[in-house]
């Protein structure tokens, strides 16, 4: 309910639902490497998460702690962005929207990755979209963030989901922002990385 009213929309559908006791299974479940780590996952439909036992330590509230620490609000936005954009959506996108609706229901938030450092080394909005998973991860997921809170701070919250709807007609990322954003692309881009640029070594 809680993700539905953020977007204006619910699902008429049931929403397959995994539990696995860890992370091995979890790996195994989505065909990943033993390697792999995650709480949750969002996959075609459906979402597999690990299991509240072995992460949030207060059983006696565990729903409320399950709520605030677990990975269940961040994979329904992909769901959401999944449906709602008939698959016509970009990784970056999806993690930058799936961060922020999280922080705004939750509360909760990856930290900074460059708080220790003084070397600042962005990637570009094409690096995200056409390598997102080759990536530094804490930089990738934090600065997709980065980029919905700089829209939403110059266009309203309202332009997020106003993007995710338009990206159901099928045209490219860039398009879909300019037309909600009534800025050309690369002008966009340019005040994005100044913004962050000048926010971040005020850090």
């Not at 690990?50 to 992909?78: A, D, I, M, W």
């Not at 996108?93 to 600042?120: D, I, K």
């Not at 106003?162 to 490219?172: G, T």
Request: glycine share 8%; aromatic share 14%.
């Amino acid at each position: 309910d809680l993700v539905g009213n953020f977007f204006g929309r619910k699902l008429e559908r049931r929403i397959p639902l995994i539990v696995y006791k860890d992370s091995v299974s979890l790996a195994s479940g989505f065909k990943w490497g033993r390697d792999q780590k995650a709480a949750g996952v969002y996959w075609r439909g459906t979402i597999g998460i690990l299991s509240p036992r072995l992460y949030v330590k207060n059983t006696k509230q565990v729903q409320r702690n399950f709520l605030k620490q677990g990975p269940v609000v961040h994979e329904l936005v992909h769901l959401w962005v999944d449906d709602m954009t008939q698959g016509n959506y970009t990784r970056w996108w999806s993690e930058g929207v799936a961060q922020y609706v999280e922080r705004e229901l939750t509360g909760f938030a990856f930290g900074n990755p460059f708080v220790r450092e003084r070397e600042f080394d962005y990637y570009t909005l094409e690096e995200l979209e056409n390598g997102f998973d080759d990536l530094d991860k804490s930089i990738a997921y934090w600065e997709s963030l980065k980029f919905i809170d700089f829209i939403v701070k110059e266009h309203g919250p309202g332009c997020v989901v106003e993007i995710v709807n338009a990206l159901r007609r099928n045209e490219k990322m860039s398009q879909v922002v300019e037309g909600v954003t009534s800025i050309r692309y690369d002008m966009l881009q340019k005040l994005f990385y100044q913004e962050l640029d000048i926010n971040e070594r005020e850090v």
